[in-house]
């Protein structure tokens, strides 16, 4: 089992930057490594992906976000990143942190793990 915990949420004005990071906790070692990943709901639309990383490092990010995002890990310890550079109001969504064995099914948005999410707000 895995519990996923985000920080670095928070208001910013566009052209800004914002660093999310999620940190992992396993309570069974069942398993060493997952798959990762940022996803993003904004108000009445539906939950996207934004990027995700495999354990050997290998990412994949929507195009909305392609050239602005960079997804990282740190995989000593257990914790995800998404560096957003030039933020849009666009951007503006509950951000969450996923993890899931399998790449694609992270990607599909079908991930075993998920945290509570951090808000980022960015104004024009």
């Known amino acids: 089992q895995v519990q996923l915990v985000e920080s670095g949420g928070g208001s910013v004005q566009a052209g800004g930057s914002l660093r999310l990071s999620c940190a992992g906790f396993k309570y069974s070692y069942s398993r060493s490594s997952y798959c990762m990943g940022w996803f993003r709901q904004a108000p009445g639309k539906e939950r996207e992906g934004v990027a995700v990383?495999?354990?050997?490092?290998?990412?994949t990010y929507a195009d909305s976000v392609k050239g602005r995002f960079t997804v990282s890990r740190d995989s000593a310890k257990n914790t995800l990143y998404l560096q957003m550079n030039s933020l849009q109001s666009e951007d503006t969504a509950m951000y969450y942190c996923?993890?899931?064995?399998?790449?694609?099914?992270?990607?599909?948005?079908?991930?075993?793990?998920w945290g509570q999410g951090t808000q980022v707000t960015v104004s024009s």
């Open positions: 990383i495999d354990d050997d490092g290998r990412t």
């Open positions: 996923a993890a899931d064995p399998l790449l694609q099914r992270l990607w599909n948005g079908l991930a075993r793990y």
